[in-house]
Structures are given as C-alpha cells and as structure tokens.
C-alpha cells in the first residue's frame, strides 16, 4: 500500500481534536466556534422533515447532481436579497461549505500551484487545498481584513490560481473586509483573471451596523464563486450549503460532485426547502442575533476586566469570535495550558496561519455556545490561570 | 481563471443524463438502476428521523469527523454478520458509497497512477478516480466475474496503486465474482501489496442461492477496503454509506474526510442509528428481494420471449441488472434510438468500459423500477423497435 505524498503532511485539523477536550464535563468552552444548540430550530425542522418525508418517493430517491429546482431558487433568492443577481442557474448545493472549498478546488488546483489566503484563515480551507500538493502565500492583515495593495503586489509578483478569503466576520479574528477593499477585491480578480472564493459562513449573524454587501455583488466578471452555508443560521448538523457562481462553473462543480457524494442529500433538500418556504429564516436569524450579542457583550466586558493588561483585541460586529492577541511577553501556548487546567479552552492563535508566520501570542476566544454566566465564569477561571503564568516570557 | 488538467476531459456520467430522460411523462425505463420507490420503508424512517430530533442538540450540531461510535458500531455488526470480523474502529461514515470512492482515490492516487477496473465497471468510479489525472487498465471478465489470472499477470507486469472491483452483482453486467476467486483476489493483493477496493452496494439483494462471503473475508493482510452503502438496501435519497478498513487508513480517510464534507450529517447518522436499533432492516431486506425476485423473473421470460434471435444474456441471481450482448450485425446504439422513439429507454453498454474495448453491442437493462406489468410492456414495445432495425448491421 503506498499512500499519496501529501497524505504523509496531513494531520488533523486542531480545533476538530479541541473539540474532543471541550466534551469533557465541567469544561467551560471558548474553543468550539460551532452554534448554540439550544437556539436551533427544533419544532419547524422537525415539520418540515416530516412533510418532506410525506413525499417520500421522490425525497428519499436520488435526484440529479444540480439538485432540487425549488431549493436552488429559494437559494437564489437569499443571495439576491444579499445584492447578488442570480438565479437558480448559478447555484450548486454542497454538502456543507466545506464541500464547495473541497470542489472548487478540485476545479482549479493542481500540484505546485499557488493559493493566496489571508494572512490568518480558517483551517478547514487548507483541509481542502491540501491534497493537490499546492502552496500557500499569505496577504497580509489588519482591522479592515485583507489589505489589498499587498494583494496587488502579490498579484503582480507571482500567478496564484485561486485567492481564498472569508471577508465577513472572518473565522478566526472576527474582521471584515471593508467596503472599498471589497469592490478593488472584485477589481484584481477581474484584472488579473484569478478567481476569489468568498467564503461566507457567518452571513447574517451581525450584531451591530449595516451589513456590507458581498464580495460577489460586485463581480462584474463573474470571477468570484461565493460559498454560502445553513450550518450557522439554521444547523450545521444538516451539511447544507451552495455555491454562487457562472453557470458553466456550476456545470463543472456538478460535474465534481458526481465523483464526490453524487448529490446533496435529497431529503435533506426537500426538509429545507420545506423550511423556507414557511418564511421562518429571517425571523429565525433574527432570534439568533439578539441571542449572540448579550454574549459578545459578556465577552467583551469579560476581557475588558480580566485581560487589559496582558492583551488587545478588536470589537467584532458579527460572527462567534473575539481575537485577542497577546502583548510581548505573553505566550499562548503557555495560557492554554494553564487555561485547561482550569477547566476553560480556547485555540490558540497559531492553528490559523497557512502560510507561516504563526507567533504564540494569539488567542481565538468565541462566544456563540456559552451563555453569558458561563463566560463570566470562564473568565474567573481565566483571571485565576492568568495570575500561575504572569510574566511567563515566550520560550 | 485557468481549470485543471483532467476538467478538459470531465464529463457528465451517462447514466445520469439518461436519468433526466426518463423523468419524462410515459417512458418505460429499464435505464435507471435507481431502487424502487414505493419500496422505501417511509413509515420506519418517518419515525426514525423524528426520534433523531428528540435530541436536536446533539443531531443538528457538528459532531467528530468519525461519526457516531453507534452507528459505527451498529455497521460493524452488518459487517460481521457478512463475515467480517471488524469493530467500530475499523469503519468510516460516508456520504454514500461515492464518497468513499473519493476518500480513497484522494488518499491514493497521483497523476499518471494506474488503476486496474474491471472490464467493464461502474461509471461513478471513473468520475471519483478522473480528478487525479489517473490511467485504467482493465482486467478481463467472464461469467465468474474478473479473471484472476488476467490480474495476476497485470500485477507482475505493471505496478498499479490500486484495484478496484464490485465482485456481487456488478453494475452493469449482475455477474458476481465466484467464491474461489474472491480468495485469489485477496490473496494477490497481499502478494503484491496493491489495495482493492471493494465496492458492494447489491449486498443483500440476492434472489435465489447463499450469498458468497465478501472479498473483505478473505483479507489476512489488510489489504482490501470495503465500501458498503444503504442506497440501495435503505434509501438513496439519504446518501449514507461506510467504508471497513483498518484503523490506521481510516484515520488517514477521517482526515480527507475533514476536507471534503468535515463529517456525514449528524441528524442522519442518528436517524439511521434510530432505524437499525428498530431491528427492522433484515426484514426489510427480504421484503425488497420478494419484489424484486418477480420483477427479474418477469424481465428474463420477455428476454426470452423478444430478443432470442438477437442477444444473449446471463440470469442475475441479484441486484438491479441484466446484461445483454446483441448477435453479430446488431447495434446497442441503433436499438436505443428505436428503443426511445417507442418511449421505452436502456443504457447502451459503451458506458461502462473505462479503459477501452467496448463494442456497440451492449445493453444494461435494470428492472428494479418497473413493476411486472410495466417490464411486459416494456418489450412489447422493444419487440415493436427491434421490427424496425431488424437486421441494421454495425457501421
């Protein structure tokens, strides 16, 4: 048996086996990144699987690759609410977003190439790049995400295939890529003809302020393939999510889904079809924004408290995360480990960084599973870890 | 925006294309290979997915790439009731037995890799191995399934990283690998340390005699990777498969599972987990051969009856398929355009071969779809096409 090269640098992704620490009990979560359970939309989810399964000869059969009509256009008509204009001819369903980031680049990638990521990105995307034997080149950051002159300049300098970017709420600093920076983004797409995946997760889930409009709105060369997912605003244990993209791409993405799980779960297309046709989203997204700031809030009152004097962090506007970054001296490695021994967990910054450049001195804290007295609890926990390690230098 | 390599040559399974065909109002479809849908046990499911809600926290949230440690459990007591001794460490969850394809490809193969099919074989493979720019070679077949003294040679001349196989009920041609050479084949692949794949979605559907243990069985040295699938013995509809591995590949297939769907939809592990627990499915699966066994039977006496004078056939003691060889001078394609113009449609053979050598004298016919009266009336109409081209040689 002799295994693929790259299988010999895979490993599993660090907040998947942190994951497996946090179901211990007693455990005070800031690690998982994943929804709160207790906000998901049992009742109307379980009508609509049981008036999905009243049509069961066609639900439980295959379907073809492109999906069911009715949920295509129901998706279209979300991103058109999101300022892009399309229709049911531009979307392929995915199981999960993860699935398009596994798709696309199967579309695209091949050994050696070049992917531009933002300079921290979520670790998932480079699950999927991985496998084609690529290399990644980081565009730098700040507080308005990724900083597009370096991107021109890096656009200029070498011939990426595929630039990847998560512009909202990004997983794991929480920044947003600024408007003006949105529209260059589209612009050197365009420009230098490589193509961007938006990857876009937390849309949606904003606690303050207007929503910026996608990337993707202002494609005028169809060079952006937005990826969108359920997993957030209605349930990740579902694997739903789609892509937006030119129809022939969507041909080819469908094409590549033949050879991956053959199509998206028919059932699960009707259950959440189903699902919008009630119109119950935008109240249930609502629900969930006025349950995720009091913990934002809690959060960041929490750090304000407990860390000001060992770290800086920004105020996230949506999403699950506060970055915190820890000021010269600090380590965060030495902070997990002081951290669970209190019972309390959070990935540490480095997980984040595909293309290097990784210090110890960053934290992903997220706030969506806790309630608020668990992360003013976490942070007692915090406080009481943080005085074992004061003044521990970094290695 | 430039693709990779292997889109140039991508294209849609024709299977799936004849699918949309079918879906058309009075055609009588011996093309589609898909279970029959009023055999789906709904009431079952209906209850199963709204017990997998009663625990909405768990089953509509992200869950460990493995999957459930019960439903793992759960299948590897299928396996060992097909004499495979295994626990649930040895099984991944897929999205469907084509997931599993993809797993393994991804974790395999590298441009210009060999692949050993057998002659003719399941088109979904092609599509799962096409993405890395792989050769086929095919491994001769007679009414014993592969011959393995073909791939015995093949084994001493080449040096392919994988093999792979559906020895019970093959789509397309029905004919199952007999039980002496399911024992070389295991064999040979510990020989020369080539892993098969074993690819069984007709597991259970067997009309008449005593199942032939699977090649799984016979593999001392770890050698051959198992991929079942409820598909076909379940529902489709679900996309739930799992693959019988040893541990330490189905770590590194977690893993490619992480970059692909991150896990298979936790409310339908659960819901599958529910269902099994019922202890319905062997009942269930007997229920699925009653109906089917006359539907064979049906489709083998309108052989007989239609096409003596201008094919032979096999008589499939399981699964979806019979396969045809038309006589010297007649051709498959020329028979589907007659077959089509009297709303009767088929898969031409030329489908299936994946590395060369097809002729156009093949035919799949499935009868899992149409009831008895729907097959009679299927080749009346075959009968009244075959008027047209009677004697139409091969150009």
Chains 1, 2 share one sequence.
């Not at 699950?127 to 200029?156: C, K, T």
């Not at 990857?199 to 990826?227: A, M, N, R, T």
């Amino acid at each position: 048996m002799q295994f693929a090269k790259w299988t010999e640098v895979a490993q599993a992704s660090v907040t998947r086996e942190i994951l497996k620490i946090t179901q211990q009990p007693g455990v005070i979560s800031f690690a998982g990144g994943v929804p709160a359970p207790e906000l998901f939309p049992v009742e109307e989810l379980t009508r609509a699987f049981a008036e999905a399964l009243t049509d069961a000869q066609s639900s439980l059969q295959y379907t073809v690759t492109e999906g069911l009509p009715a949920l295509r256009e129901s998706v279209a008509g979300l991103m058109t609410e999101r300022g892009v204009n399309c229709s049911a001819d531009d979307i392929a369903l995915i199981h999960g977003s993860q699935q398009g980031l596994d798709l696309v680049a199967r579309l695209f990638l091949e050994p050696n190439d070049l992917v531009l990521v933002e300079e921290t990105t979520y670790h998932g995307a480079v699950l999927a790049f991985n496998p084609h034997g690529v290399r990644f080149l980081a565009v730098r950051m700040d507080d308005q995400g990724m900083d597009v002159e370096h991107l021109r300049e890096l656009l200029q300098q070498e011939r990426p295939k595929l630039i990847y970017c998560t512009p909202t709420f990004q997983n794991p600093t929480s920044v947003s890529l600024s408007r003006p920076r949105r529209q260059v983004l589209a612009q050197l797409a365009a420009e230098f003809e490589v193509p961007v995946i938006e990857d876009d997760p937390y849309f949606g889930l904003q606690y303050d302020g207007e929503p910026q409009p996608v990337v993707k709105s202002f494609d005028q060369e169809d060079q952006v393939i937005y990826v969108g997912s359920f997993s957030k605003i209605l349930a990740p244990g579902l694997r739903l999510g789609w892509v937006v993209a030119r129809p022939d791409l969507v041909s080819k993405l469908n094409i590549a889904q033949m050879g991956s799980t053959l199509h998206v779960g028919t059932l699960l297309q009707h259950a959440v079809q189903a699902y919008l046709q009630t119109g119950g989203l935008p109240g249930h997204i609502k629900t969930l924004c006025d349950a995720y700031r009091p913990r934002r809030d809690a959060m960041l009152s929490a750090l304000e408290s407990v860390m000001s004097e060992v770290g800086r962090w920004s105020r996230p506007d949506g999403g699950f995360f506060v970055w915190v970054r820890l000021l010269e001296g600090f380590s965060s490695s030495r902070l997990l480990e002081a951290a669970l021994a209190e019972k309390v967990a959070f990935v540490p910054g480095d997980a984040f960084y595909a293309a290097g450049g990784a210090r110890d001195n960053c934290l992903r804290l997220s706030f969506s599973t806790p309630n608020v007295k668990e992360i003013e609890e976490g942070f007692t926990r915090l406080r009481h870890g943080l005085t074992q390690i004061k003044g521990t230098r970094i290695r």
